[in-house]
């Protein structure tokens, strides 16, 4: 018996880079199908559902809508464009046949479109190109579109992949084209494009029911969703079905729930066929890349596979004297079982047990993937503390190896000297520079990720903030020696008490400070940025002697330099191999790991 397809159904992801335009195109698609009534509120970049992101402006998780185009169902996963949540890709792509490439009109393809393409070309998926943004003063889309062929080539894409319909489209006010001039019209060239590009769900109707787990989610009144694709055969609401494990084992299950996707909504359903999404609830425990198959026959599908952490974290539960004074969960159970639920549905991030009862080590893959995690949990709630982020050194058949990244970045000419000046000492090669003749230069160079931690904040004071960049994991390479951290050392309170403008009056020469009067600071806390080299230990809450001859009003004005206040990427990249991240729902402080000056020599 041959394949069957599935006429009237299409599964398909949008891949971009950050900031390319995909989740306000996807905005626009459901627009236009019609999905939300006319009376219906709601809110630009609708798939951006997690409060952080829409502060970020940036996807963290991937998420999947549905919408009808003239009797075909179209389902449609938005994912990340950061490499750091590859994992949340390397999931979604199994869930479909077929991507739409949405590439900026001006900026041409950047690192994580290439990140997202090799892996779909890997998957075989069948490529829709989508050049946004055309309205931009800026915009070159015959340049970009060569651009985009180079990069195909580069990938190593066949004949077939090579002969990709190009759409240019304005997704904020909802227009595609087939032509590169458009000032008006709406999405429809691009909805028939996508029925004559991707294709139809295909299944195997001798085939015994399988359901590939891609992503995990959680309802208040069911309890566990697994949300994933059928690949083969029938699901119904109460039937038994087989969990194949990872490890080879199986169980049996109950499906007590059964959720399709319409627009934005789960809606419970009765019965679905090869090639729909769907949510299954009624399963306690499950992980991703898990399938669930037959009761008398299971076959499982091949696991998910995704690439290797290369930072890790120790996370432990705070210890400072100020400990449990400002977050609700604080304890080593709580914080346990929160990293092993987001290691359960975060496929990128890995847990590692410490010695010791209150420590755990989380791998994932980026500094952005983990401090957006500590970010999360502080919003919950939880406190804890950090240590310096350390890159996973792996050994080699030569000696140890450490990940490289491939850096991109965009800057204009007159910092190109100071870019290459900073990347000098952290071993950063130079594989090219081009110059496009607007005034920006763009240059990729390949740099050991330990290179790169704490970069990102020099380079932006080195380029005025006008500078934009990118990296990627690229391979694991050979150990590149010593690489410098920061040069100075740490301003540290030897006692407790309030901070003083007295004090900080006297102490400015010091250095920068990250505390301001009327804070409250403890023994071995990190107050400020030491201006040579070493630590340096100092009284911040001296107070002024009063004396019936010296009235406190009497004094002088004090002018205070206004405090340095660390964001959480900042704080991370801060930090030695001695000092950690007191994290609370209220506050970051920087601290010694050991607290008592007299014990840290």
């Known amino acids: 018996m041959s394949m069957q397809e599935r006429e009237n159904l299409r599964n398909l992801a949008i891949i971009a880079h950050v900031d390319h335009g995909k989740t306000t195109l996807v905005d626009a698609m459901l627009w236009q199908s019609g999905i939300f009534g006319a009376h219906q509120e709601v809110r630009e970049r609708v798939m951006d559902s997690i409060d952080l992101e829409r502060e970020k402006g940036i996807t963290i998780m991937a998420k999947n809508t549905a919408i009808e185009y003239e009797g075909t169902r179209i389902n449609i996963v938005d994912t990340p464009g950061h490499a750091d949540f590859g994992g949340e890709v390397e999931r979604t792509l199994k869930l479909v046949d077929g991507v739409l490439l949405l590439v900026d009109a001006s900026e041409g393809p950047l690192p994580q479109t290439r990140f997202v393409l090799r892996k779909a070309l890997d998957a075989d998926l069948k490529p829709i190109v989508v050049i946004n943004k055309i309205d931009r003063p800026d915009a070159r889309s015959q340049e970009v579109l060569n651009e985009i062929y180079d990069l195909f080539i580069d990938l190593d894409a066949n004949e077939e992949q090579l002969e990709f319909p190009v759409l240019y489209c304005i997704a904020k006010d909802g227009i595609?084209?087939?032509e590169p001039e458009v000032d008006e019209g709406n999405l429809r060239p691009l909805f028939q494009q996508i029925l004559a590009t991707i294709p139809c769900p295909r299944y195997d109707p001798e085939k015994t029911f399988q359901f590939l787990i891609t992503s995990l989610d959680h309802d208040d009144y069911v309890g566990r969703l697994a949300i994933g694709r059928i690949f083969n055969g029938r699901v119904f609401k109460g039937q038994e079905a087989t969990r194949c494990l990872l490890d080879g084992t199986t169980r049996t299950v109950k499906v007590t729930q059964l959720y399709g996707y319409d627009g934005l909504d789960r809606v419970p359903i009765d019965d679905a066929e090869p090639g729909d999404i769907v949510a299954i609830a009624g399963l306690d425990e499950l992980a991703i890349g898990e399938t669930l198959a037959d009761l008398e026959s299971p076959e499982p599908l091949p696991p998910i596979l995704v690439d290797e952490p290369t930072l890790e974290m120790v996370f432990s539960t705070n210890t400072s004297p100020m400990a449990g004074k400002e977050g609700t969960h604080v304890t080593s159970t709580k914080l346990r079982?929160?990293?092993?639920?987001e290691s359960l549905t975060n496929v990128a991030i890995r847990l590692e047990e410490t010695p010791g009862s209150d420590a755990l080590t989380i791998a994932g893959r980026g500094e952005l993937q983990?401090?957006?995690?500590?970010e999360m949990m502080r919003?919950?709630?939880?406190?804890f503390s950090v240590g310096k982020p350390q890159v996973i050194?792996?050994?080699g058949p030569e000696g140890p190896e450490e990940p490289v990244e491939m850096l991109t970045v965009d800057c204009p000419e007159e910092f190109v000297g100071a870019v290459t000046q900073k990347l000098g000492p952290r071993k950063g090669r130079m594989l090219q520079m081009i110059n496009h003749g607007t005034g920006r230069v763009r240059m990729e160079f390949r740099v050991p990720a330990r290179g790169l931690i704490g970069f990102r904040t020099e380079f932006l004071t080195e380029t005025r903030g006008t500078g934009i960049m990118n990296h990627l994991f690229d391979s694991f390479g050979p150990w590149q020696g010593e690489i410098p951290h920061r040069i100075t050392g740490a301003l540290v309170s030897d006692r407790a008490g309030r901070v003083t403008a007295f004090a900080i009056d006297h102490l400015q020469p010091r250095g920068i400070f990250f505390v301001a009067p009327g804070d409250m600071v403890y023994e071995g806390m990190i107050v400020g940025e030491h201006s040579r080299p070493g630590d340096l230990d100092l009284n911040i809450t001296k107070e002024k002697k009063l004396t019936n001859m010296r009235a406190a009003s009497a004094d002088e004005l004090v002018r205070l330099?206004?405090?340095t206040l660390l964001?959480?990427?900042q704080a991370l990249e801060f930090l030695a191999e001695d000092e950690?991240?007191?994290?609370t729902p209220e506050s970051y402080r920087l601290r010694k790991r050991v607290l008592q000056a007299n014990q840290r020599k």
Not at 370 to 374: T, V
Not at 379 to 383: A, Q, S, T, V
Not at 580 to 583: R, S, W
């Open 176 to 178: 595609a084209s087939l």
């Open 337 to 341: 079982e929160r990293l092993v639920k």
């Open 370 to 374: 983990l401090a957006i995690l500590i």
């Open 379 to 383: 919003r919950e709630g939880y406190e």
């Open 393 to 395: 050194v792996r050994p």
């Open 561 to 563: 330099v206004p405090p």
């Open 567 to 569: 964001s959480l990427e």
């Open 580 to 583: 950690q991240l007191e994290v």
